[in-house]
């Protein structure tokens, strides 16, 4: 090749180099132009969230308020001894609060659903009876010329599942059904319940002789302000309850024919408890009632900033369980109080001002580890419980408070407080046992019952002490696994939720953290022995 | 101060460079030598056992240098060095290798050397060993020095194996203190950012330190392979271009990069992920960066007038690197503009430090800025 043509190759080399490295550099920048745009998108769409999600919060507290005292006092108001016609406005009082009350835990339920901040709020229920629950409820509803036929077998053992999000899936869709059938029949059943591995799968049918969907309506039933019913609702029920039926692992189908009445089938998923129930009397009613009235000797303290809540709340004590609280109106003033007095239990708001509840709860936590501090919440959402946990509440009510909700928290402190039976710590878990026993049974069968734990928890323990030196994590997965169902079928829910963690760190071969929790675990288990 | 630049591509020119600067210069007292971990370090640190100035040295994945008579440059794969003579009683360094992974233990012992060191101290640290918990190493040191500053030695991506050295001495998982006497030495630190969280907070639900278990309940893998799609093979460059922004409890904000995959699904984070805290996955904010990196040098010279530093010394992390490519050097172009072009000399790094109050001092996908200047 002659110089020349050299030349003109290194050339045109040099020209393709260029372009080359042009055509590198604008991808480059592009790339970056890319990311300047996704930030930019990005901001804007943070300062949209942002907004919506303080108008939600803000509105939420606002409306939520107003409305609790509204209920409250309607509730106080109906125990003064009312004429016929003075009770059926109240009635009709109560009726509409209650439904604004029901649309705004829809909105904000929906709001939620789609950030996936909805947590399930798990207890042993029986699953029977909730269901039965459920029927009744909207047994009013339905059109005198509707057959309601309720069709739910007795299950003999305990379902651990979110009661208010079960009885809200099928308080949803037997409204549903009541609205829409204006002759014929409904039929709700319990159509089966399998164990699958751990699991109960549980498969219910609501049926109606309603008009049916339309096809075009059927596809879009599940979404959001999709009803069936322009007029009437919210369009929101099925689509929650759709959404909390998924979060428990399972769906809801529909089958509707036009002209012929429509099929709802919901598949969830719970867990079983291992104890099964025998005996049940009838006598635990009446039990509750006759401790309703024993709560007079216990210091109460209500932290609220709303006035109107606070005065209910004093009264409802009051009323209800004859215990006059003591106030605090932020957290502030909370903390000092609960520095000068002694307490027994606190309920206490989350949002106020000066303090809120979470940071209230910190700072009595740095001196005062052992009072239970109960959240009083307008809404169980996992960040919010999250926060409270971490800020060292106990327990969580979502508001409106309810008398029976209170009931239960002062039932678990004078169980752990009583007035003079059990003098000594050793005792407590042991009577706390017999406790929830005895709201089924009678005392020699809750008796019978702890023998044959304890023979279980001594197992366990002596399992995860010899699992423990050689690291064997999946013994100490099923000790976990197998003390846990011990621990919650007495009862002991908090130990029995730490023996869970517990077993999910074994199942994630964690030793570091067993090693972390283990003393202090085995230790407040063999309490029970002592 | 007077200082010498050098750039070279093999340990013998490095050191005739070296002897030329002391025959027809000046006679350094501590000197800066960054390189890629391709030389051979040993030889490297035989052949500067000869000199009785202070060696700052740590393997890189990128060599970063600048002045008045070079320009600005970014190299690869080269040995890059800055001789200075500032105040020889101003500085003290110590070399320490951690063992039985007591890395707390290790920042206790160094901070409570330095801060004995002189009765106002700060501190350059760089850290070795790509097991080395910074985090860890960081909350030691907290308690005893106020002002702390550095970075996590590099392996060009390599990720088999980081080092930092002195004057006869290697450490392959430990850290390099250079204790600075602060009534001699003025210094002033920035620390940029250029990573925005996007998409829904979740929380941490179980995590031990840098290992992270489950986010809002789920294996943390989900977590990423939702948004990315994140096999075990793509880490850890995946994990360094889209961190985790972590919301510590006390408010503030931190980068987190992944660097591995375990089989059950669990994330180990370049730094601690505490359990309850928020986070969100993120990504880079585009040659917004570039600005970042500049607003933040000049927050930390707002009350500082007229200030001219004899040295700058710059940490980014690889992620900037990456992420810029060719416009990488804009970057560095801005902050020796905006420190009025005062020598400087760095490396892009695996993980940066930087004190700032109370707050957490470990990061991931930022830019340290640190000006030294003698007192007069």
Redesign the interface.
């Known amino acids: 090749m002659k110089k020349k043509e050299l030349k003109l190759k290194v050339r045109e080399l040099e020209e393709t180099l260029e372009s080359l490295e042009s055509k590198?550099?604008d991808l480059?920048?592009d790339?970056?132009?890319?990311?300047?745009?996704?930030?930019r998108v990005?901001?804007e769409l943070d300062d949209a969230l942002a907004n919506k999600q303080t108008f939600i919060a803000s509105m939420s507290h606002e409306l939520r308020s107003p409305l609790t005292a509204v209920i409250g006092n309607s509730a106080l108001l109906a125990q003064t001894g009312l004429n016929q016609q003075q009770a059926r406005y109240l009635e009709q009082l109560n009726s509409s609060a209650d439904f604004l009350m029901a649309l705004l835990a829809d909105l904000l339920d929906v709001s939620k659903l789609k950030?996936?901040k909805i947590e399930l709020y798990v207890q042993e229920t029986h699953l029977d009876k909730l269901l039965l629950n459920c029927a009744s409820i909207v047994e009013s509803k339905i059109a005198k010329d509707v057959e309601f036929s309720v069709s739910i077998p007795s299950v003999p053992y305990y379902a651990f599942l979110d009661k208010k999000r079960v009885q809200q899936i099928f308080i949803n869709i037997l409204t549903n059904a009541a609205k829409f059938t204006k002759s014929g029949k409904i039929e709700f059943s319990l159509i089966e319940i399998n164990q699958v591995k751990e699991k109960l799968e549980v498969i219910v049918e609501v049926k109606d002789t309603g008009p049916g969907i339309a096809d075009e309506i059927k596809e879009t039933l599940f979404e959001p302000f999709a009803s069936t019913d322009v007029e009437e609702g919210t369009g929101l029920g099925l689509y929650i309850s759709h959404e909390l039926a998924t979060l428990m692992g399972g769906e809801i189908t529909v089958n509707s024919k036009e002209g012929e009445g429509t099929c709802f089938r919901v598949t969830f998923y719970c867990e079983k408890s291992a104890l099964k129930m025998r005996n049940l009397t009838q006598n635990s009613t009446n039990k509750s009632m006759e401790k309703q009235k024993n709560y007079g000797h216990l210091s109460v303290l209500i932290v609220e900033d709303i006035i109107v809540n606070r005065e209910f709340l004093k009264e409802m004590f009051k009323v209800f369980f004859s215990v006059e609280v003591d106030i605090a109106e932020n957290g502030k003033i909370a903390v000092e109080k609960v520095r000068k007095n002694s307490y027994d239990i606190i309920f206490m708001d989350m949002s106020m001002p000066v303090l809120d509840g979470v940071e209230a709860t910190k700072q009595i936590r740095t001196f005062s580890k052992e009072v239970p501090i109960v959240c009083m919440s307008a809404n169980v959402y996992?960040?919010d419980k999250?926060e409270a946990q971490?800020a060292g509440m106990n327990d969580f009510i979502e508001k409106p408070l309810e008398p029976k909700d209170i009931e239960g928290r002062l039932a678990q402190v004078t169980s752990v407080k009583p007035s003079g039976i059990f003098t000594n710590k050793e005792n407590v878990l042991r009577q706390l046992a017999l406790d929830h026993f005895k709201e089924h049974f009678d005392e020699a069968t809750g008796l019978s019952f702890i023998e044959m734990a304890e023979k279980g928890l001594v197992k366990s323990i002596k399992a995860i002490e010899e699992y423990l030196p050689t690291q064997n994590m999946k013994g100490l997965r099923d000790s976990f696994h197998a003390i846990k169902g011990i621990l919650a079928n007495l009862g002991l829910g908090e130990l029995a939720q730490k023996a869970g963690i517990l077993q999910?760190y074994a199942k994630?071969?964690?030793f570091?953290?067993i090693e972390k929790r283990i003393e202090l675990f085995l230790s407040k288990v063999k309490e029970f022995f002592n | 101060m007077k200082h010498n630049l050098i750039n070279t591509f093999s340990i013998e020119d490095l050191i005739k460079e070296i002897d030329y600067n002391i025959e027809k210069s000046f006679t350094p007292t501590l000197a800066f030598v960054y390189l890629s971990v391709e030389y051979d370090i040993k030889y490297l640190v035989r052949k500067l056992e000869k000199y009785t100035f202070i060696i700052v040295g740590s393997t890189t994945v990128g060599e970063i240098y600048a002045n008045d008579t070079l320009g600005v440059h970014i190299e690869e794969k080269s040995i890059t060095c800055m001789l200075t003579n500032l105040d020889q009683l101003a500085f003290k360094i110590k070399l320490e290798e951690t063992k039985n992974n007591l890395f707390l233990e290790c920042g206790k012992k160094i901070g409570k050397w330095v801060s004995k060191s002189f009765s106002n101290s700060g501190l350059l640290t760089i850290t070795s060993g790509l097991n080395f918990n910074n985090e860890s190493y960081i909350n030691g040191l907290q308690p005893n020095i106020e002002c702390f500053f550095g970075a996590v030695a590099g392996d060009d991506r390599h990720f088999k194996g980081t080092y930092v050295f002195s004057n006869n001495k290697i450490v392959e998982n430990g850290v390099l203190a250079l204790a600075i006497d602060r009534d001699k030495i003025d210094i002033v630190t920035a620390r940029g950012f250029g990573w925005s969280g996007i998409g829904t907070q979740r929380i941490v639900t179980k995590s031990n330190e840098n290992l992270v278990y489950s986010i809002d309940d789920k294996p943390a893998l989900d977590f990423y392979k939702d948004y990315l799609n994140i096999k075990i093979e793509d880490m850890p460059n995946m994990g360094a271009d889209y961190p985790i922004e972590v919301l510590l409890k006390n408010g503030q904000i931190v980068y987190r990069a992944a660097i591995k995959i375990n089989e059950d699904g669990s994330l180990l984070f370049a730094g601690h992920v505490p359990e309850g805290s928020k986070v969100r996955i993120s990504a880079p904010i585009g040659q917004l960066v570039v600005d970042e990196v500049k607003m933040s040098i000049e927050e930390s010279m707002i009350d500082k007038k007229d200030y001219t530093a004899d040295l700058v010394l710059v940490f980014p992390c690889a992620a900037h690197k990456a992420l810029l490519g060719s416009f990488s050097i804009d970057e560095i172009e801005a902050v020796y503009k905006t420190t009025n072009n005062s020598p400087l000399i760095g490396f892009y790094a695996y993980g940066e430090i930087a004190s700032s109050g109370e707050s957490n001092a470990f990061h991931n996908e930022t830019f340290v800025t640190v000006q030294l200047r003698e007192k007069k």
């Open positions: 590198y550099l480059e920048k790339k970056l132009t890319v990311y300047n745009l996704l930030y990005n901001e950030e996936s996992r960040e999250h971490m999910d994630d071969k964690d570091e953290n």
